[in-house]
Structures are given as C-alpha cells and as structure tokens.
C-alpha cells in the first residue's frame, strides 16, 4: 500500500511537469488559486480567451485531450497518464472548465457515433480549444426524467431529408460561448418515451437557435435555456440512427461518469482555515468545542472523498475500471458544502448575512458558497437520482416501477392536476 | 500508485472471512450473548494457533511476522464477523504497549503467549464516569504496588495480564499487572453488548512493573490507542458492511404492498446512504492503514480520521439496518441488534467519538501549523 508512482508513471509525471513548469501561464496563477467555486473566477483578463490561449497551447504541444486518439487531436495516453496530468496541471485546470462538457462528453459521442469525415473536421478544433461545444439535453419538462424530453425534430415537407427542429432546452452550461452542440430531440412521439429519440450534432449559428442566459438563483449566470424554432438542419448530422437518440446519450452520460480523480471541493479545508483565524468572545473558534465537533465531521468526509479518489486512481493504475465507490463523489461533496456553508456564516454571526466582498468575512466565499451549492445538488444527476443509481446499480435493489414505460410519448400525462 | 492491499493480503483476508463463516457464524455470537460467558473460549484457541492473533508479532517473539496490513484484514473480517473474542484487548492493545515499550525480558516473556492466544491481555486507564485524560487517571504506584480502580475494563475478567496507566511520583506510567495475581479483585459488569466482556477492576497493593520510561505513560498510551483505534476501525469497516448488506438482503426479500421494500424509494436511500458511511469509512481506514504500515508522520491524523469515519459509519449501518427491517429488527431472534450493541461498544472503546473528533482537530492544527507539513 503506497502512495507511489509505477516507474512508467514517474517518468510521465517528470515530462508532464517539466512541459507544465516551462509553458504555463504563471502571471495568473495566483488569481486562479483566489478562484471561484463555479468557474475559474479570473477578472483581470478575459476567462474565455486566456483558456482558448491555453488550450492551444497544449494541443500544439500534445497536451490536449489527452484520453483521445491523436489522430482527432488527443494524446492517446492511459487513464492513469490523464489522472498524473490533472495532478500536474494543477490550478491551470480551471482554465479547461469552458472545455470539459466538449472533450468529456460531447467528443466521445461524435467519435462513437459519427462517420470519418465529419470526425476528422469535427474532432481537433474541439480538442484544442478552437471550437467550444455544449450539450442540448434537459428540458423543462425533462431533467431526472431526460427521456420525457419534447424538442421535437421532424422531416422537412420539401424531400430534401432534412430536419426540421422545434422546442426549448434549458441547463445548457457553456451554450452562449459555444460554437457547436449535440441536441437529443423527439422524432416519433407515438412510441414510448425512450423508443422515439434521435441525436444530432450542430452549429450553434444556424438560423432560429436563440441562447438566452438563465439568470440563476445566486445571480449569476451560467447556464442557458437555447430555444428551437424551424432550425433546419441536414440528415448528414444525425449521430446514430432515427430512434436510437437514447443509446447514443447513454454514451455521452456514461462519459460523464468516468472523469476521476477530479476531486470535488467540499469547503473543508476554506472552513477550517477561516476557524484558526476566527477570534470570538471565548478565544479561537477552533479553540471551541463544538467547532471543534462540527468541524471533526466535515474533516473525515472531505479525507473520505480524498482517499475513495486515491482508490479509484490505484484500479486504474493497475488497469482495472474503477469501483462503484466512486459514484458518491458528488453526492457526498454537494450535500457537505451546503451544510458547511451555513454553519460558516453561523460562526459569523449576524454578520454572516453580508455577501459584499469587501466587508464579508473570508472575502464572502462562504456567502457565495451557500448560494451556489443548491445548483450542485442538482446539476448532473440531483442527490435523489445518484442514490437510486447507487442503490440499483452498487446495491442491486429493484429498479423504480415506471408507470409511463410501455406507454406511447404522446399519451402520457403532462398535469399532476389531471 | 497503489492505495489498496496487495493480492497476498486479499488471499488472507478471504481465508479469514471462510474461517469465520465457518466458526463464527452469528449463532455463536448469540451463544456467547445467552451463554452467561463474555467470550466464545473454542473461537479464541483456534484463531492463535492458525496464526491470527500473532500475524503483526515478529517471529522472534512467537508471532508470524507478517504485519500491520495483514493485521487490518484480519480485523475487518473480525469486524465483521462480530467476533466474540478479545482481539483488540489482547492484541491491538497489550501486544502493541509491549512492542512499542517493552523491555526485550517483557517481550520475550509476554509476547509469545499472547500470539498463541494462551495469554489474554488488557489495557486498563478509565476511571468511570466522562473523558479520559492524562488528569483523570487516580491509581497510584508506590514501591511497586498499584493501589485503584479500573472501569469499565474490556476483557478485565479474562485478561491474565493488564497495561494499566497509573501514576506513580504525580507522573503517569505504564505498568504491566499478572491479573492473575495478588491484590487484584475483578467483578464482571453488564454491558450494552455482553458478546465483548466489561469489568470493574480493583487492585490493592498488586504488584506492578514498570512498561517504558517512567512518566511516558500518557504518550505511550496515546500512541498505542492511535494504532489500536486504525485496527478497530477495520472491523467497524467490516461491522458496517455486514450491517448494509443484512439490510440489502432484507429489503429484496420482505414484500409489502405487493413489491420488494427495496423497491421504494424512501427504503433504497436509506440504504444508499449507508453505502456511502461505509465507503467513506473504507477509504479513511485505508488511509489509517497505509500511515500504520509505513509509519508515517501522519499516523496522529490517519488515526482520528479512520477512528471518528468508522465509528459513524458503523453506528448508521447498524441502526438503520434494524429500520430496513421494521418490527422484526427489533426482536431478539433477528441479528440486527448483535451488529447495534456492537456498533455502539467499538464507538465508545478507546474512547468516545467527541474524545476522537477533538484530537482530530488538534492534529489537523499541529499539521497546519508544522513548517514542513505538505
């Protein structure tokens, strides 16, 4: 039992850092340690074209889409060479956040499902950070339930086998910077729901795509709702056959599934920093007893985190899959930074209700914290969600009766209130 | 990286497990519960002479020289199993004092019959009632008589032999005691969990050697529980997973409303949450066992960690395993209460969550403020 890398793993590591150390952007290091819990937080220059700088940086030097092929733009490398970089690349990972849903999820199902030749064109932009894709999946009547979804794609009249897209996506991260998009859509709604799907790939510049900026409950704004009407695009961009749309977004979810090692931030170490520091009335609020308790609590499941991460890393360095223990990253992460968020603005006192950055304790990043946190629980499987798949897929429990299973798309009730 | 146990200490894990199924299947504990003795005598002989008991003890002092990862898989099958014997006293506890402070005579005399089994040891420091600290130990050493009283003690009916914290001079030391012997008096107490024995022990003038430096007992003691509390926090790890999967089981069988309770969802998150204590416990176990076996500087830490991770994880597995269960986890006849009583005993040997929780703090803040810390 060791924390050691395999000699294969040291030598990858050695080049990786040395690459890292002669051609990061080092001017904006120490921004992006101050950084944000929902992006990279930079307000010296512009986020979007310092990334895009980065990432062609890394893609002319081999460092792009590192699990990708190299003939789309990739390096080919092992799962554990991707994990060994992640570590190396260290705070100028958040300069990738505009890219992950591209090369995570977007890629690997174009590369899945799409022919050679649009592969070829697609697939190097989007590694190195030229283009930037989105994923057009939930709906408003479609999140949990994402085969519920009603975007509907249908043949244009004029036999030109076109299609022809109408319908509204919602929670599309990332869609107002995108150049390109994969859209799940509706293509017979007189079959059960997960019967009548179809994928396709496209510009986010065709004509009637509008991308309107979701104003969320913490005021900012990352997410978007993109409304569908008469989009018209060819035949050539559907990814997978008519009707298939749900096996192709399984290949996406299941991609989304596999990013390890990425460790979700839980506050812990921000918390317990800020109670070393925190004078109250009776001393050090660490000095505190009950603090001492809560803080206890919140230590062990950030290690937990840490180290079921370390487990997950050791499978694949070995070349196994990982376990299912890592599917309780989020959840756990989510729920624990929420918690912890409130109890930091408790020991705050009523100050603890000032969120201005210059008069807030810690620069108000537990005010910020505790107004992100709710997106967290629900962004990319919600808590309820993740525990059904633990409990069906780790556990082997019986799976949801689903009472709209055989029942054609059309025919099943829209209202609660009949 | 490789943050997991080798295939050897698998391959012994999975002897262990068969061993257990075989020889401790739950009705032996409930033999020992209902029995009127606190622990199961045929169970403890076979597990020194297969080589359990001595698999961290070197083989120069009559154990089989394995080491502490062994020791953990051994102890998460223990765990698991709920073993009514007194490993932890006997060997996480007794053997490690003597291998961490005893003199060559001590070892050579002591540790080769606690690796077969044929003596049980002990470690005895509370007082009654509240936390244990270095001010709250009262039994006193003069002239090599120790004078006081222990309790509750594990195991003290049964041990042979006691470390016991007594202060000798206003400074406490550790001191080795033959139970045995004169000046000792032992009553059994009744527990929450009779399947791991309690006891009140009371010495008047019994003799008493002195174990490591004099006035080093506090830091002995303390060093000894962290690598004790990483070892049982591998049968609580083991505890909570039989707990879980009882409650997997159960929730597949048992029908209601014309479906398998596991089927609800209000059933499958409870479960689901359990899953998740005990991976989290896992994981920090793990972390107690690499900095076990490799010594490192960040034993302190991994120790509270694994120790207060493994205490919630057990006591949620063990607790909403009998509400998986509704009415029937609460008769006697269902074992979920074996797995309860235990959960709640291992949460409070060694010292109690709050007691854990505040030395974790306090390490975490020695690292922090360590120039070297990482």
């Keep these: ?45 512009d986020p979007i074209v310092v990334s895009k700088a980065w990432q062609k940086k890394k893609a002319e030097a081999g460092w792009a889409c590192l699990h990708w092929p190299k003939e789309y733009g990739g390096r080919g490398a092992t799962p554990i060479e991707r994990v060994i970089w992640g570590q190396e690349e260290g705070v100028y990972g958040a300069l990738s956040g505009l890219f992950i849903i591209g090369h995570g999820m977007c890629g690997p199902t174009v590369m899945a499902w799409a022919d050679e030749e649009t592969k070829q064109r697609l697939l190097p932009p989007l590694a190195s950070g030229e283009h930037i894709w989105c994923q057009l999946f939930s709906e408003p009547a479609g999140g949990s339930d994402l085969a519920g979804l009603r975007t509907a794609a249908v043949p244009a009249t004029d036999g030109s086998g076109d299609w022809i897209i109408n319908g509204q996506k919602i929670w599309t991260s990332g869609a107002q910077h995108s150049d390109y998009g994969i859209v799940i859509t509706r293509t017979d709604p007189t079959l059960p729901k997960h019967k009548g799907l179809t994928m396709f790939w496209l510009d986010m510049k065709t004509p009637g795509i509008d991308v309107r900026p979701i104003k969320q409950a913490n005021g900012q704004s990352g997410f978007n709702e993109v409304y569908f009407t008469d989009v018209r695009i060819p035949d050539s961009q559907r990814l997978g056959a008519v009707g298939q749309g749900w096996s192709v977004s399984l290949t996406t979810l299941m991609n989304e599934r596999l990013s390890i090692g990425s460790g979700m ?87 603890g209700l000032l969120s201005d ?17 709710p997106a967290t629980r629900v962004e990319g499987g919600t808590d309820e969600i993740l525990r059904n798949i633990i409990a069906e897929r780790v556990l082997g429990l019986p799976g949801d009766i689903r009472v709209d299973k055989d029942v054609a798309f059309k025919d099943i009730p829209t209202s609660g209130r009949g | 990286m490789n943050f997991d146990f080798s295939d050897e200490q698998k391959q012994l894990q999975d002897q262990a497990r068969r061993f257990l199924a075989d020889k401790c299947p739950p009705s032996v504990v409930r033999a020992v519960l209902e029995g009127g003795q606190t622990y199961d005598r045929d ?50 506890l007794a053997a490690e004092f003597l291998l961490a402070a005893g003199s060559e005579d001590q070892k050579r005399a002591w540790l080769p ?88 022990l009371t010495f008047k003038d019994a003799p008493a050697e002195l174990l490591g430096p004099a006035g080093e007992g506090w830091r002995l003691a303390s060093e000894v529980m962290d690598r004790a509390a990483i070892l049982l926090a591998f049968e609580q790890v083991g505890g909570s997973d039989r707990a879980l999967e ?20 209000a059933v499958k998150h409870m479960l689901a949450d359990m899953y998740v204590s005990a991976t989290l416990a896992r994981s920090n176990a793990y972390y107690g066992a690499w900095a076990l ?28 395993n009998i509400q998986v269960h509704g009415g029937m986890g609460f008769t006697w006849a269902f074992d979920c209460h074996l797995y ?34 990482a």
């Design chain 2, 340 to 373: 309860y009583r235990r959960s709640n005993n291992l949460a409070l040997t060694l010292g109690s969550q709050s007691t854990w929780e505040d030395l974790l703090i306090d390490r975490l803040r020695q690292r922090n403020d360590a120039p070297a810390a």
């Design chain 1, 1 to 45: 039992m060791n924390f050691d890398d395999t000699p294969e793993e040291a030598a990858f590591r050695a080049v990786a850092r040395a690459w890292i150390d002669a051609n990061a952007p080092k001017e904006l290091e120490a921004e992006l340690k101050q950084g944000g819990f929902a992006n990279n937080g930079l307000k010296s220059v």
């Design chain 2, 43 to 92: 169970l403890w002989v076979e597990l020194g002479e297969l080589g359990f008991l001595g698999a961290a003890i070197p083989e120069e002092y009559g154990g089989v020289g394995l080491g502490h990862l062994e020791l953990c898989v051994i102890a998460e099958e223990l765990g698991r199993a709920i073993a009514p014997v007194p490993v932890s006293s006997s060997i996480y």
């Design chain 2, 246 to 265: 009882m409650g997997r089981d159960y929730a597949l069988d048992r029908m209601a409303f014309g479906r398998p309770i596991g089927s609800f969802q």
């Design chain 2, 113 to 200: 019959k606690l690796a077969s089994g044929e003596t049980i040891g002990t470690f005895a420091y509370g007082e009654g009632l509240g936390r244990v600290t270095e001010g709250s130990i009262k039994a006193a050493v003069a002239g090599g008589k120790l004078s006081g009283t222990k309790s509750p003690v594990p195991d003290g009916d049964i041990a042979d032999l006691a470390v016991v914290a007594a202060r000798e001079s206003g400074k406490v030391s550790l001191y080795l005691v033959d139970l045995t012997g004169p000046g000792v008096t032992r009553e059994t107490v009744e527990s929450i969990d009779p399947t791991r024995g309690q006891s009140v």
């Design chain 1, 357 to 373: 950055t210059t008069q807030a304790a810690a620069g108000a990043r537990f005010q910020q914290m505790l107004l992100r946190s």
């Design chain 2, 293 to 320: 076996s490799t010594g490192s500087a960040e034993l302190p830490v991994a120790a509270a960690t694994a120790r207060v991770s493994a205490t919630q994880a057990f006591q949620h597995c063990s607790k909403n």
């Design chain 1, 265 to 351: 931030p839980t506050g812990f170490p921000e918390l317990f920093d800020f109670c070393m520091n925190l004078r109250t009335e009776d001393g050090l609020a660490i000095d505190d007893r009950s603090v001492r308790s809560r803080l206890a609590g919140y230590a062990v499941k950030a290690s937990g985190l840490k180290y079921t991460g370390m487990r997950a890393i050791s499978a694949l360095s070995k070349g196994e899959t990982p376990g299912p223990e890592n599917s309780i990253g989020k959840l756990v992460a989510g729920a624990t930074m929420q918690e912890l968020a409130m109890y930091a603005l408790d020991l705050q006192g009523q100050a």
